[in-house]
Structures are given as structure tokens and as C-alpha cells.
């Protein structure tokens, strides 16, 4: 007899708008509070005690434009914002400062959120959606420069980039990336060359979110479509599908793997959160709390494997934070 | 008597006995004064001289018919091929046959080339049959470019291919096969043509022309190229703006061969129908069938041989993407021992799919209808409406014609499926829950300015169903409305009803349910009253009033005749559907003012709108009952039976003559069940 699915741990009201990105900062030791950045369709990024439940600082720095991309840089004092307002912003919010320390103009005016790889101490990584209709760009940071422009081959009408993912294999080797775009194809890039290494055609409408599972080297991307598919990269850095899973509802927002890569987190436009298993995507439960579509979900990074949490904002204006499978 | 002489005749090849025949021809000639002897009064009335001698008549001409048809059976089947046989390589015996055919008199010129046209086995066999005929003799140029193409046209394709095969053959002949083509094209574009002459008769010119185009060669339509566009325009002009489906199809399919023809490159007219057998005939005649004539046996292995090859390479590469494909599931499973086992998972029975909740309300509708954004709530609403309305129908009523009038202008939002059927659906649903406004609504709707001719003919289905839904109420309007539907005699119980309705009502008090509504829906009779007779009136008479009044946008006796054809049929379904109306008063008038309508339109050249005025007759001698008929509309009638008689014999159209003939019969059994009945 299964279980009937479980409740939120709690949820937090108090965004007035649209939840668009979500971010855990929760690694770092006492006394330090764990932390979740939300960013919502009002421009504002709000800083919420996990402890207290509470906002601890609402940031402005999107000029009231949608904030839909949020990422951490080594802790909760470095943060990265992309909103709608075609800007990339840089915060440092040490010791309670509210600083935007610098800032990119994308010149972009699609939602494709940004990727951020680290490739050493102090130096990252950044892939977005550039000015032109199908480009992306990789920049170095914080130094801003641009590592390279990746155009795909005239003719080839992929359409605007939706989803992005930066990775390597291990720390020091190649950096790839892999892209998801408009006509439901998934593209591995070299960043070296700036050439196309294989291309993947996934889904027949727009790829919505993707993530990959390097150690696997398998990844998983979702759609505006019922199908949820599943692929792998061989020897040769070539895409193949390994599977595809067909879902009650159309239409997925977002997709993250855990960082322990034993389930994943679907959001869903049908208002419900899915949890699958990674290794065979074994459904595992659907989170129906929501009463308007989730547009984001994101898992914790707490030390201890008990503590861990996951997050959905959704259109409802409310964060749902989870706690499911905690104990392997 | 027919059969002995006809006896005689094929003993007549025979040598047979002169005194046999003598004394058989004298039996025949004075059967009468025989018989009349014997029988010594008694006669039958068949062996009266009077009758005996032209019936005597008839079956000689019977007997000189089956001898002629015999010759030219017996001849031309056994000459036609043995002559192709002999011509097909021997120069001489084809001169030999070009004399003959050239030294037949005139008077039976046409009974040979027709003979010959419609026997050879292919055009170039006609071709060394006939020679240049066609150039050198009248007759023959007559029969074969005017004759059998223009005025005749009950050949077949065959003979079609043939004839005009044969025309381009030849050099000398090419030229007439253009002129050919031309006379066609001024046939197929002229607009009368179109209008008046049967639909076979228009396949069997459609026809030619596509076999006429596949035969021309470029420069010929280089030359032409003008003169093939000009027609072409005029004709598909004319085709589109009939009623007949038939006949439009026709229009579209050679109009695209012609623009295929004159436009070897750039954009060529293409235009959307029902692609059905007799379309895909007609289209493979534009494409000219290959010579017929033995292939020497070495390209065709030539051939074989590549496609062959082809075949292996094709399979090959097939194979290898299957086994590429297979590969990687195998491989993953093997290794995933330690599978997600440990993972348990959560009760997900109630995953399903997701619905937006309709409206409760009536008046919920309407808001959602008029002002809401939210896409996925007017979806729900849409497809929800119909059954609010009939389950609420006193809220219904108090809005109905606000709903009329929102249902009537409303238009897709989103991609819905079947989104048509269910806003009619809905119309229907609240036309029948308050009849009299909402008809009133509609039918002023239907005279005013600015709607399209779609919503027009929307709003004459709209009434149609709900008119056969309130008269026959356990049928809740399923039936699509067919437009020339030959009504069926059908008589609806009226009578014992009205007991039934009193037992229910009863019931109810007894019961002390409130019941706010005492619509057809929730009555489980097995016979309903008719509640369409009490609101015919407010269906039909609007409708009839202004069809003489032009607008601005809309012109009935004018362009648009299909909404015109539309209407008269809606009339007639109409007034079938009001019979055994109470009220005698308001029946005749609406059989009175039905004919009159008849009588004002009954000269209109469109096929289609004839058929629905004689459906509206039908309608009249069916739902009027006959007293009324024969004492209060004996004028209309007399008249109305002329107008038939005409119909049959003089209409072009075969449906138009066959409903015209079947109303005449009605009438006449009419009159005799009044006859019998003892008055």
C-alpha cells in the first residue's frame, strides 16, 4: 500500500509575484543561517532564512523587470542575477551589503536562463543567450571577456537558445555546453573550437529546461510537449536518445538532477512537481500543492543528507520547500 | 408477333420455302377477320382493325431496328479488326482502307467513322483506319469535331482518347486539334453552358479537355498560351459560382491543368477538393498514356537491373540503423544493477490530467464569454455550454436572447476540437429553450447589414435543428441538417398526448416537487407533443417576408443565390415540420404564403434553388392537410401544377425533373384519397 504523498515542510508567502528562480545557499557551517534566494516577476530577489522562515532582505537591482536566473558564486555572499531588464548583475552581499559589484549587458531579450561552470578559484565560466537570434556566448568572469561566440551553421534553423548547461568531466579537463533550443533539438558545443560537436533532435516543440548528469554523461531535457526525454553521450561526444517518458499533462518548466544524482525534480505547468529516479526515471511521487504553474524547482546543498530540502516557486506566488528522500 | 417475324427474316439468309412465307404473311394480314369469326363478337379490343393494324406497325419497325443494329454489330465488329490487324505493317492494305472510308456516301458517314471511333482498339490504330479522313471530307470533319464532342456525350473515355489522339497524330490534323480545343474551352467558359446543361454532359467536355491539353506540345501552347489563360479565367469564373459541388470540382480540376500547362515554371493554381476516384481519373488523363506499341525487350531489363540495385542499397542501409539502435538500451541495463530499489514510491493515483472547471452559471457563461482572458476558462465554458442551458432553463431564458447574440457573433479563440458543432449545438439548445425571442432575434439577423454569408446560412441550420428538435423532443437534435432531404411521410401523434400530460401533472402535485420548468427535457412520454407548431409562425414567417429587399451586402435574387438555395430549402423543411399545426388558420397561411414564394422564384436558373422550391411543394401537399389544400388554395395549385408539368419536361436538370414528377404524383393521390373518403 503506497504512501500517500507527502505535505511541504513549509512554504513561504510574502513574494507578491510570480517565482521565476530559486537558489539554496545552505553549505556553509554555523552560525551561519541557510539561505534560499528566490527571484521574482517583480524584479525583486528575496533573501529568505531558512530558519525563520522569513525575509531576511528583499535586493532591486533588475529595475522592477522579471528576475528568472539565479546563481550562487562559492557561498552566499556572491551572487548572480539575470533579469528581464537584458542584465547579468554581480552582488556582494557580505556582511550585510546589497551591492551590485558589477554587471553584463546581454542585449537579450528571450528568458534563456545562464550557466555558470567553475573553473578555478575566482574564475567562472559563463554561458548565455547573446544578441543575435540563435548565438550563444561564453564569458569569463569576472573579468568579462569573451571566451567565445557560438553560431550554429547557416541553414540550420534551430531557433533561439532556451536552456543552457556548462560542464566538464572532471576539474581541469575541456569545458562543453550543452544548449537546448527552439525547435526541440539539444547541441554539445566545444568551446574551444566553437564548433557544434553533435546535435540531438529531442522533442518536437521548444526544449524548455535540460540537465546533465556528467559522471553518467547522461542527461535529461523537458518541453512544452507531454514527453520528458532522456539521452546519452557516447565515447565519440555523440548525443543518442536513451529513453523517453511520457507524462499526464503537457508542459515543463524546469528540470534539476540532485547533487547526489539519485532523483531528479520535474516543474510542471499542470501545477504539480514530479520526483523520478534517476537511474531508470522510475516515477517516484508528484507534489500537488500548487495551484498555478511552477516555473522553477531547485535542491539544496546541505552537508548533512537529512537536511536536505527542495524548492518550487511557481505562478502562485508561494515557494513550496519539500523534504522527500532524504534518507539515502 | 415481333418474334415471328423476325423468325422469317434470319430464315430469309437461310434459303427457306417462298410458299411458307406466303401463306404466313397471309395468316398475319387477315388475323383479324379470323378471329372475328370465330369468336363471333366477342372480340378482344387488341384484334379490332383500328388497333390491330398499328400495333402490326410497331412491331415491324421493332424488327427493321434489331436488323440494323445486327449489320452494323455483325459488320463493323468483324472489319474493325481485321483491318487494324492487316494496317499495322502493311503500307498498301492501309491505302486500301483510306479509299474505302473516303468512298462511303455522306448519308452514312457518320454511323462508319462513329462505328470505326468506337472501335478501334487505340488512337494510332484509328490513325492508319482512317488516314487523313477528317481533313479531305466534310462529313467526317463534322462528325468528328463537332459532333461527337459538342453535342453528344454519352461516349466513352475510350472513344474520347482515341478521337483525339488520333487528331494529333498527324501534322495535317494537329490544326484541328486545336481549333478542337478552343471550341471546347468557349463550351466549358460560357456561363450559360454552365447553368443549363447536364452535369454529365460537363464531365464529358472536362474530359476532353484535359485529354486535348495532355496532347499539345510546347509551341502549340506557347502559341495559344494567351487565348488558354483568357478562357481559363472566364471558366473557373463561372464553374465556382455554382451551387452544384459536382460542377465546381470540375471548374477547380481543369482549371489546375490548364495553369499547369501555360506555367511550366513559377507558381501554378492549386486549389483544395475532394480528391475522390472520378477526381483522380480525370486528373490521370492530363498525363498522356504511353504509346501503345511493343517495347523492345532490351531497355526494359536495362531498367529492371538499376532498380534492382537500388532495391539492395536501400535495404542495407535500413538494416544498419536498426542495429545501431538497439545497442545502447542493452548495454545500460546490463550494468544498472543497483537500481533505484531503495526508493519507494508515493501513492500517485490521483495524477491525472488536468481540467479547468467550467462555470455553474448561465450568466457565468455569458461573463466568461464577453470580457474573460483566461483562454483555458472560455474553453471550458464552451464545451460546458450546451448542457447548462438544458438543465437550466428558466435561468436561460431570462438571458436567452443575450446568449443568442453572443453565440451567434463568437469566434475561435483558441484551437478548439469540433469548435463549430458545439456553438451550434449551444444556439440550438437555447433556441429551443425560448423559442419565440430568440427566433425573432435570428431571423431579423438574418435581413440585417454586415454579416457574412456563413453566418447567414449559420443562422438558417441554427433554426432548422432547433424546429426538428421542439417537433420531435426525445431526439435531442443529433440529426445533421442534409440540405435537399426528400421529407419522408411521417405522421406525429398529437392526440392522446394531452392525457399523458395530465396523468404527469398530477403526479407532481401529488409528489410536492417544485418544478420550475416543463420543457420537453425532463418528460419521459413516449410520444411528446409537438411544442414546434405553437412557435412555427415566429420560424418561418420573418424569413419569408423581406427575400425581395436588397441590402447593401446582401442580395438574395442577386449574387448570393446560395444562400438563396439554403434558405428556400430551410423553408420547406420548415413547413414539414409545422404539420398537424392546430391552428388551421395559421397552416394555410403559411402553405399559401410558401407557394406564392414559389411562384415568384419558380424561373430561377440557379439548379439548386429549384430543387429547394419543389421540396418546399412537397412540404405544402404533405403539412397542409388536404381539405384545406383543395378549398382554400385551388388557384395556387392549378397553378403550381402547370408550373410542374413544365418542370418535367423542359428542366435541365435530372433531380429538378424527378422532384417535379414525384410532387405530381402526390397531388394526384391526394385527390383520389379525397375522392374515396366518403364525404
Known amino acids: 500500500m503506497a504512501l500517500p504523498p507527502p505535505d511541504p515542510q513549509f512554504v513561504l508567502r510574502g513574494t507578491s509575484a510570480a517565482v521565476h528562480a530559486l537558489r539554496f545557499s545552505c553549505g556553509s557551517q554555523e552560525p551561519d543561517v541557510p539561505i534560499l534566494f528566490s527571484g521574482s516577476e517583480n524584479g525583486f530577489i528575496h533573501v529568505w532564512n531558512l530558519k525563520t522562515h522569513r525575509v531576511d532582505t528583499a535586493l532591486d537591482g533588475h529595475g522592477r523587470k522579471s528576475v528568472y536566473c539565479l546563481e550562487t558564486m562559492g557561498g552566499k555572499d556572491r551572487l548572480l542575477s539575470q533579469g528581464r531588464d537584458q542584465r547579468i548583475c554581480l552582488w556582494d552581499l557580505a556582511e550585510g551589503r546589497t551591492a551590485v559589484t558589477d554587471s553584463v549587458v546581454t542585449e537579450n531579450v528571450g528568458f534563456c536562463r545562464c550557466s555558470l561552470l567553475k573553473l578555478a578559484e575566482g574564475r567562472w565560466l559563463m554561458a548565455m543567450a547573446a544578441k543575435a537570434l540563435e548565438e550563444v556566448q561564453v564569458l569569463e568572469l569576472p573579468s568579462k571577456t569573451s571566451v567565445c561566440t557560438l553560431k550554429p551553421e547557416v541553414g540550420a534553423k534551430l531557433g533561439m537558445p532556451m536552456c543552457l548547461k556548462l560542464w566538464q568531466l572532471n576539474c581541469g579537463s575541456q569545458p562543453l555546453l550543452l544548449a537546448g533550443y527552439e525547435d526541440g533539438s539539444v547541441v554539445l558545443w566545444n568551446l574551444s573550437m566553437g564548433k557544434a560537436l553533435s546535435q540531438l533532435v529531442c522533442h518536437q516543440e521548444p526544449v524548455m529546461s535540460l540537465d546533465f548528469d556528467s559522471e553518467k554523461a547522461k542527461g535529461i531535457s523537458g518541453s512544452s510537449e507531454k514527453v520528458l526525454s532522456i539521452w546519452s553521450l557516447n565515447e565519440q561526444q555523440n548525443l543518442q536518445v536513451y529513453k523517453t517518458h511520457k507524462l499526464v499533462n503537457a508542459g515543463i518548466s524546469d528540470i534539476t538532477i540532485r547533487p547526489d544524482k539519485k532523483i531528479l525534480a520535474t516543474a510542471g505547468w499542470d501545477h504539480r512537481i514530479r520526483i523520478f529516479g534517476w537511474k531508470k526515471l522510475k516515477p517516484l511521487a508528484v507534489l500537488d500543492y500548487h495551484t498555478a504553474t511552477v516555473h522553477c524547482v531547485s535542491f539544496s546543498d546541505h552537508k548533512n543528507p537529512s537536511e536536505r530540502l527542495l524548492a518550487a516557486g511557481s505562478k502562485d506566488h508561494r515557494i513550496s520547500i519539500w523534504s522527500i528522500y532524504t534518507q539515502t | 408477333m415481333s418474334a415471328l417475324m423476325w423468325e422469317l427474316c434470319q430464315q430469309q439468309a437461310q434459303a427457306g420455302s417462298p410458299e411458307l412465307q406466303e401463306a404466313l404473311l397471309n395468316k398475319i394480314v387477315c388475323l383479324p377477320d379470323h378471329v372475328s369469326n370465330k369468336l363471333q363478337g366477342k372480340t378482344p379490343p387488341v384484334f379490332f382493325p383500328q388497333n390491330y393494324f398499328p400495333f402490326l406497325g410497331g412491331a415491324i419497325i421493332q424488327v427493321l431496328q434489331k436488323i ?32 474505302l472510308v473516303e468512298c462511303v ?13 468506337q472501335r478501334a482498339p487505340g488512337a494510332d490504330a484509328l490513325s492508319r483506319l482512317l488516314g487523313n479522313l477528317v481533313v479531305k471530307n466534310k462529313k467526317a470533319q463534322f ?185 545502447m538500451p542493452d548495454e545500460v541495463s546490463d550494468a544498472e544493477l543497483d537500481s533505484d530499489d531503495d526508493l519507494i514510491p508515493y501513492d500517485m493515483s490521483e495524477d491525472k490530467e488536468l481540467k479547468t472547471k467550467a462555470p455553474v452559471y448561465v450568466r457565468d457563461c455569458i461573463e466568461v464569454l464577453t470580457g474573460s482572458e483566461d483562454v483555458d476558462k472560455w474553453e471550458a465554458t464552451v464545451k460546458a455550454l450546451e448542457s447548462l442551458v438544458r438543465k437550466n432553463p428558466a435561468a436561460t431564458r431570462e438571458v436567452s436572447v443575450e446568449l443568442a447574440k453572443i453565440l451567434l457573433h463568437l469566434e475561435e479563440k483558441t484551437c478548439i476540437e469540433g469548435f463549430m458543432e458545439l456553438r451550434q449545438r449551444a444556439q440550438v439548445a437555447v433556441l429551443t429553450t425560448d423559442p419565440i425571442p430568440v427566433a425573432k432575434y435570428l431571423t431579423s439577423q438574418f435581413y440585417s447589414l454586415n454579416y457574412s454569408l456563413r453566418q447567414r446560412m449559420d443562422i438558417l441550420d441554427v433554426l432548422v435543428l432547433a424546429a426538428q428538435e421542439l417537433s420531435y423532443p426525445k431526439s435531442h437534435g443529433k440529426t445533421k441538417h442534409s440540405g435537399a432531404q426528400k421529407p419522408c411521410i411521417q405522421l406525429l401523434p398529437g392526440s392522446d398526448s394531452s392525457k399523458d400530460w395530465r396523468r404527469i401533472v398530477d403526479e407532481r402535485i401529488k409528489s410536492k416537487t417544485r418544478r420550475f420548468a416543463t420543457g420537453p427535457s425532463q418528460v419521459e412520454l413516449a410520444s411528446g407533443p409537438n411544442e414546434f407548431n405553437s412557435v412555427a409562425g415566429h420560424f418561418f414567417f420573418p424569413l419569408i417576408q423581406h427575400f425581395d429587399r436588397p441590402l447593401t451586402t446582401f442580395d438574395l435574387l442577386g449574387e448570393d443565390h446560395l444562400v438563396l438555395g439554403r434558405l428556400v430549402h430551410t423553408l420547406a423543411i420548415l413547413m414539414y415540420l409545422a404539420v398537424n399545426t392546430v391552428v388551421r388558420k395559421a397552416v394555410t397561411a403559411m402553405g399559401k404564403a410558401l407557394l406564392e414564394f414559389v411562384w415568384a422564384l419558380r424561373f430561377h436558373t ?11 411543394i412537397s412540404s405544402v401537399l404533405l403539412s397542409v392537410p388536404t381539405e384545406r389544400l383543395l378549398e382554400d388554395m385551388t388557384e395556387e395549385l392549378l397553378e403550381t401544377q402547370s408550373w410542374l408539368g413544365d418542370v418535367v419536361e423542359k428542366d435541365p436538370d435530372g433531380d429538378c425533373r424527378r422532384l417535379a414528377l414525384q410532387n405530381l404524383l402526390l397531388m394526384e393521390n391526394l385527390k383520389k384519397k379525397l375522392k374515396t373518403v366518403p364525404s
Not at chain 2, 74 to 92: A, G, M, W
Not at chain 2, 106 to 111: L, S
Open chain 2, 606 to 616: 440557379d439548379s439548386y434553388v429549384r430543387q429547394g422550391l419543389l421540396s418546399c
Open chain 2, 143 to 327: 462528325v468528328v469535331t463537332q459532333k461527337v464532342l459538342l453535342l453528344q456525350y454519352c461516349h466513352t473515355t475510350a472513344v474520347l482518347q482515341n478521337l483525339l489522339g488520333y487528331l494529333s497524330l498527324d501534322s495535317l490534323r494537329r490544326a484541328l486539334l486545336i481549333q478542337v480545343l478552343q471550341e471546347l474551352l468557349e463550351t466549358w467558359g460560357s456561363s450559360s453552358a454552365v447553368k443549363h446543361s447536364p452535369p454529365e454532359q460537363q464531365q464529358y467536355i472536362s474530359k476532353a479537355i484535359l485529354i486535348c491539353l495532355s496532347h499539345l506540345k510546347e509551341p502549340e501552347i506557347k502559341s495559344c498560351r494567351q487565348e488558354l489563360l483568357t478562357s481559363m479565367m472566364e471558366g473557373v469564373k463561372c464553374h465556382l459560382d455554382s451551387n452544384l459541388p459536382q460542377i465546381r470540382r470540375l471548374g477547380m480540376i481543369v482549371a489546375e491543368s490548364i495553369s499547369l500547362k501555360i506555367n511550366t515554371d513559377g507558381p501554378v493554381l492549386k486549389f483544395q477538393y475532394e480528391e475522390d476516384d472520378e477526381a483522380r481519373e480525370l486528373k490521370s488523363l492530363l498525363v498522356q498514356a504511353p504509346p501503345f506499341c511493343v517495347v523492345p525487350s532490351l531497355p526494359d531489363d536495362e531498367r529492371n537491373e538499376k532498380a534492382d540495385a537500388a532495391l539492395p542499397l536501400v535495404l542495407e542501409s535500413n538494416k544498419k540503423s536498426h542495429t545501431a539502435a538497439p545497442m
Open chain 2, 105 to 117: 456516301p455522306d448519308r452514312w458517314m457518320e454511323a462508319v467513322v462513329l462505328g470505326f471511333v
Open chain 2, 68 to 99: 440494323s443494329d445486327s449489320l452494323r454489330e455483325e459488320i463493323l465488329s468483324v472489319l474493325v479488326p481485321r483491318l487494324t490487324d492487316l494496317t499495322k505493317s502493311d503500307c498498301i492494305w492501309q491505302r486500301i482502307c483510306w479509299r
